[in-house]
């Protein structure tokens, strides 16, 4: 239930005519000048103030012996690439998705880059890469268009597929074996630093400068980001993080005895446990089989000692981590995403008891959310879950990472664009990755959606994001006069963020962790992680 509401949520994002803007559904023209990458010579598109180059290979296909297999370095071509459409998006659900099935292949490894028109080699323009979300198992570079906040942010984005669910996350002693890598299960973590890599050896013959990379991630993404932070691999390939809508807590990773009995169930259920060749019957099997197969899975990144040497919250509170500055926020309401709003009263209690640990308390969870303050027992678990998984995830990590590096904390709460068929009585308010659309979205477009409030709020934003971009600092290098300013974030002691919002953007170092229960209930030392 929560992927296909998260599926639905995404496509509606992504048909509304303000913020789905650029490449999907509009032809690109005007071949422009080649550009020589380590692989060979390139050409994109324009269409109007932006460049566009798409479909890139940053590695090879990961198919047949390359399955389950770092990735290698992209091939030489002799032959001029036309970069002008993307690339086939990793295996996936087609269910409740917009992504259908012809666009889906294996040989999915693919990245995007767009810039203003008017960059030259010599630009050395701030670099974005953008990490999707989806679950770790939907998704790809393709459903955010780049083209406002490249034009707007005068930076280079860079967007890219990494291999989804099984295929990216399978934790098996086999194939480890196989592959003689010590890496175990984090096969899509090593693609995302391969992107890295190509942006790190490439970039600056786009115009961009590979030492000013900065990695923005959402939802999943958000969760791959805090990885890289965590992970020496990483190791001087970005040198900003922003974190949108990923908690960073108890769900984000698999300790090894979970991530290998989840592929032994895996490997049960695509029929390859009894095989006298474990790796080569997984190796045979479609890529339709695998999705099929890994549906009962929660696939993720996994604590392996070698791409993961530990779980990323501890790290960040030791200081042992990739030390850069960083952004970590979300939204107001991001459980109404997840939840069916059909939730009958009597399963209540137990689906708030779902997110504590076994054995713990619930009378103070219970009286937190008291079921008679909702209009309909969904509300409360999603007020819950929003707390519990995201809001006060966010907040600890902000407080780990605080002593070490610049922070910068924000909540979302305009709730102005909604959702079609959205049932009345459960009001999803600002979701679960709504913000993106004014992050990236072409919001100052004036169309029947929009007004002239949301306009003003996504112009800001896209501006606070290119200042970081740019400086490492939202305020940009000093303070922008043209926005409200963005406190840094402090530590337990001071808690200073924004509230994103119409009509007035504000700061407060209280509001957030009353407001989601992070001090009484949630907290770190207050609700134990499970890893």
Request: aromatic share 10%; charged share 10%; proline share 8%.
């Amino acid at each position: 239930m929560k992927i296909s509401r998260y599926r639905w949520v995404i496509a509606t994002l992504l048909s509304i005519p303000l913020f789905a803007c650029g490449g999907g559904g509009s032809k690109l023209s005007a071949p422009a000048s080649a550009v020589q990458t380590n692989q060979g010579f390139v050409t994109g598109v324009q269409k109007a103030d932006v460049m566009s180059y798409l479909g890139i290979p940053y590695a090879q296909p990961p198919v047949g012996a390359l399955r389950w297999r770092p990735p290698q370095p992209a091939a030489q071509r002799s032959s001029l690439l036309a970069a002008t459409a993307y690339g086939n998006a990793c295996p996936q659900s087609t269910a409740n998705n917009d992504i259908s099935a012809n666009q889906i292949s294996e040989d999915c490894l693919y990245l995007n880059v767009q810039e203003p028109a008017s960059t030259k080699a010599s630009s050395k323009l701030p670099v974005l890469v953008y990490i999707h979300g989806g679950a770790f198992t939907i998704g790809s570079g393709a459903q955010v268009d780049g083209s406002t906040i490249a034009s707007k942010g005068n930076v280079v984005y860079v967007s890219f597929n990494y291999r989804l669910g099984a295929l990216g996350y399978l934790a098996n002693a086999a194939l480890q074996a196989n592959t003689q890598d010590p890496n175990l299960g984090n096969f899509a973590v090593l693609d995302q630093q391969a992107a890295l890599q190509w942006v790190h050896d490439n970039i600056a013959a786009f115009g961009g400068d590979p030492n000013n990379v900065t990695v923005w991630g959402l939802s999943a993404g958000a969760t791959s980001t805090f990885t890289l932070l965590e992970s020496p691999l990483s190791k001087g390939l970005f040198n900003k993080a922003v974190m949108e809508s990923g908690g960073g807590g108890p769900y984000s990773n698999l300790a090894p005895t979970a991530a290998t009995a989840q592929a032994d169930t895996f490997i049960a259920t695509v029929g390859c446990s009894g095989a006298s060749d474990v790796v080569a019957c997984l190796r045979s099997k479609t890529a339709t089989d695998i999705v099929t197969a890994q549906a009962a899975g929660k696939w993720r990144p996994t604590v392996d000692g070698h791409v993961v040497t530990q779980v990323p919250s501890l790290a960040f509170a030791a200081g042992t981590f990739n030390r850069v500055p960083v952004m970590i926020g979300g939204v107001y309401d991001e459980g109404t995403l997840f939840v069916p709003p059909s939730l009958p009263a009597q399963y209540y209690l137990p689906a708030l008891a779902s997110l504590a640990p076994p054995g713990y308390d619930m009378t103070q969870i219970d009286a937190a959310y008291p079921l008679a303050n909702y209009a309909v027992p969904a509300q409360g678990f999603a007020r819950a879950m929003g707390d519990a998984m995201y809001g006060c995830g966010n907040s600890s990590r902000r407080d780990d990472l605080s002593p070490w590096v610049p922070v910068y904390g924000w909540e979302f709460t305009d709730p102005s664009l909604s959702f079609p068929n959205n049932p009345t009585a459960f009001y999803m308010g600002s979701s679960h990755g709504l913000d993106a659309t004014y992050w990236f979205g072409a919001t100052d477009v004036a169309t029947a959606s929009t007004n002239p409030a949301m306009q003003a709020l996504g112009q800001k934003m896209k501006q606070y994001l290119a200042n970081f971009a740019w400086y490492g600092n939202p305020n940009g290098n000093g303070t922008d006069p043209t926005l409200p300013n963005w406190p840094r974030y402090a530590g337990p002691t001071d808690r200073s963020m924004v509230e994103l919002t119409i009509p007035t953007i504000t700061a407060s170092n209280t509001a957030f962790e009353a407001t989601h229960k992070c001090n009484t209930l949630w907290g770190k030392g207050v609700f134990p992680p499970i890893y």
